[in-house]
């Protein structure tokens, strides 16, 4: 009983804490908001604060639930991005409020899903399915967008299948290995897996493609621990790679800047260039939300926004995220040891796993460590595929917990 009492008290204190952080961003942004935005201000965070709250007080006092960890992480970064969306596009705020709202939902319905393994197993193969035909359907319809063929659109709104097909990735390959115990479930999941990044390469989406292959050794390594096989895969991607490049020669050009972006100071490293010289005048403490220039580069919000943070909001704040990236890995493997099967501890090692080098290819892309692939930054970035996918890959994250679900009335 003081275990719970003492964890209903960390969870109200770290909730009092992010709502401060999020009023406060309010008052900032009313401040400094056009008159005809600060309505749409405060219904974004008036939902959203509302939204929270519910959560956490139905699944505290309905669900029993104690540990909340991962949703405090999550919430806390969501409104992070809200207020970058709402600063520099706050006509655009009520739209990606909308997606957060959603994402939520499904998150909350993957995790009824994923309480029982019956279910996750019939599904196993619709989802595969649905996965590869929304490549599929993309590569047909899709026209081309910042010289990727990754986008649909209906009517004024944008969708990027991708994002949406990583959850079904993740699914399809923690519920193939968890079924069948044998180097044919590996062989199967190759050729989904092949399936998927293939027509990613196709839609010239290389960075989804990159994290796709990546989750795909995570998923592929946990369930075989066959670092041979591992190798020989990296080794023919790798080959696969070199050819496009050499057959390919305006795909080598979108990474010709690569190194030394200084030297293409006004043309292909304008972005890079920027984003390092205002992420360093934020200095520890940051120049305050909507005081920052790099607003008012392209993309800003959403490939660029880890520097918009370290501008805005400082260095610090910028530390805490990336970290926040590593706790979630940290906290899959840490309750991996005690899922209740392989399917729960494979799925939660790959969706942390695929947040953390999604996180990186951003941030080491926008800083020039690595070439700039264009993907988003988990659950900031401006978005309303990446936001939805975000808290989705969520669910497997929170399920790996023994303590999350409930069996025969007991907590286990």
């Known amino acids: 009983m003081r275990l719970a009492k003492g964890k209903n008290v960390n969870l109200a204190i770290m909730l009092l804490v992010i709502t401060l952080f999020q009023l406060t961003c309010l008052f900032t942004l009313l401040s400094k908001a056009e008159e005809q935005y600060m309505l749409s201000s405060i219904i974004t965070f008036g939902v959203y604060i509302a939204v929270e709250y519910a959560y956490f007080i139905g699944a505290r006092l309905v669900l029993k639930r104690h540990g909340f ?39 909350i319905v993957l995790q009824w899903i994923l309480r029982d393994l019956k279910i996750v197993m019939a599904l196993r193969v619709p989802a595969a399915v649905a996965g590869l035909g929304l490549l599929v359907f993309t590569l047909v319809f899709a026209g081309f967008t910042h010289g990727a063929k990754n986008w649909l659109y209906i009517g004024n709104l944008s969708i990027q299948p991708s994002e949406l097909v990583k959850v079904a990735f993740i699914f399809v390959g923690a519920a193939t290995l968890e079924k069948l115990q044998s180097n044919r479930s590996l062989t199967k999941y190759i050729v989904f897996a092949l399936g998927c990044v293939g027509a990613l390469g196709l839609m010239y989406d290389f960075g989804t493609a990159l994290i796709f292959f990546f989750t795909f050794i995570v998923i592929s390594f946990m369930r075989s621990g066959d670092i041979r096989t591992i190798f020989l895969v990296c080794t023919v991607a790798l080959m696969g790679a070199v050819l496009v490049l050499m057959f390919k020669p305006y795909v080598a050009n979108r990474f010709a800047s690569y190194g030394h972006v ?78 209740r099967s392989s399917f729960y501890a494979i799925s939660a090692c790959a969706a942390s796993g695929l947040m953390l080098f999604q996180a990186s290819l951003n941030v080491f892309g926008v800083n020039d460590l690595l070439p700039l692939t264009g993907v988003t930054l988990p659950f900031i970035s401006r978005g309303g595929s990446s936001i939805m996918c975000c808290w989705m890959l969520l669910a497997f994250i929170k399920a790996v917990d023994r303590s999350t679900y409930r069996y025969g009335g007991v907590r286990q």
């Not at 999550?74 to 909308?98: D, H, N």
Request: hydrophobic content about 50%; aromatic content about 12%.
């Open 262 to 339: 200084w030297e293409y100071f006004d043309t292909s490293g304008f972005q890079q260039t920027r984003t390092m010289i205002y992420s360093a005048a934020g200095g520890l403490f940051g120049v305050g939300l909507g005081n920052g220039k790099l607003r008012d580069v392209f993309a800003a919000t959403e490939d660029l926004v880890f520097g918009v943070v370290c501008e805005e909001f400082g260095m610090i704040m910028a530390g805490a995220i990336l970290l926040s990236y590593v706790a979630l890995l940290i906290y899959s493997i840490r309750h991996s040891k005690f899922a």
């Open 69 to 107: 960890e991962v949703e405090l992480i999550a919430f806390m970064l969501t409104s992070i991005g809200l207020s970058i969306t709402l600063s520099v596009y706050p006509s655009k705020a009520i739209t990606q409020l909308v997606a957060v709202l959603i994402g939520i939902v499904g998150f």
